[in-house]
């Protein structure tokens, strides 16, 4: 595999843009190596689609677009970052027991954490922000090509 291999797409801040993004980061890990039956790529989709998510709902039509950005660093580290233009930053909300919505990010902190990653809020030259994970890159080992055969 390349040392460096990158994939970006750009969608429209709207609902159906997030099992777009979803179907585009899952697909992209496949073709780099990564089935999408692991429990690392369901980590990653559900990844995804929290930051996808956040860019459409808490943007509030500031941000006609968002952008997936992936990079694979020498088989070692995984990239995913996701960039809308609201300037501004995810603030965290108390915590209320009955609380429908605003734990995204909390999830994504512990699963980033869980997974030995990095997570990171960065602005951009633009005046927007990027959410973005770094997380160790681990394809399941291949099952080896030779059989055993047995005698009867």
């Known amino acids: 595999m390349a040392d460096h291999l990158e994939a970006s797409v750009t969608l429209p801040s709207d609902p159906a843009s997030v099992s777009a993004a979803r179907a585009y980061v899952v697909g992209t890990l496949a073709e780099w190596g990564l089935p999408a039956d692991t429990e690392v790529?369901?980590?990653?989709?559900?990844?995804?689609?929290?930051?996808?998510?956040?860019?459409v709902q808490h943007t509030f039509g500031?941000?006609?677009?968002f952008?997936?950005?992936?990079?694979?660093?020498?088989?070692?580290?995984?990239r995913i970052g996701v960039t809308d233009s609201h300037?501004?930053?995810p603030r965290r909300l108390p915590a209320?027991?009955?609380?429908d919505n605003g734990r995204g990010l909390v999830i994504i902190r512990w699963l980033t954490a869980?997974?030995?990653g990095r997570f990171r809020i960065r602005p951009t030259r633009e005046g927007g922000k990027t959410i973005s994970v770094?997380?160790?890159?681990?394809?399941?080992?291949?099952?080896?090509?030779?059989?055993?055969?047995?005698?009867?």
């Open 87 to 89: 300037p501004r930053f």
């Open 134 to 152: 770094e997380l160790p890159w681990a394809t399941p080992a291949r099952a080896a090509t030779t059989a055993v055969r047995q005698e009867p």
């Open 114 to 116: 869980e997974c030995g």
């Open 41 to 55: 790529s369901d980590t990653v989709r559900l990844i995804i689609s929290e930051l996808a998510t956040n860019a």
């Open 67 to 78: 952008t997936v950005d992936m990079a694979l660093e020498r088989d070692e580290r995984l």
């Open 62 to 65: 500031q941000s006609p677009t």
């Open 96 to 99: 209320a027991v009955q609380q």
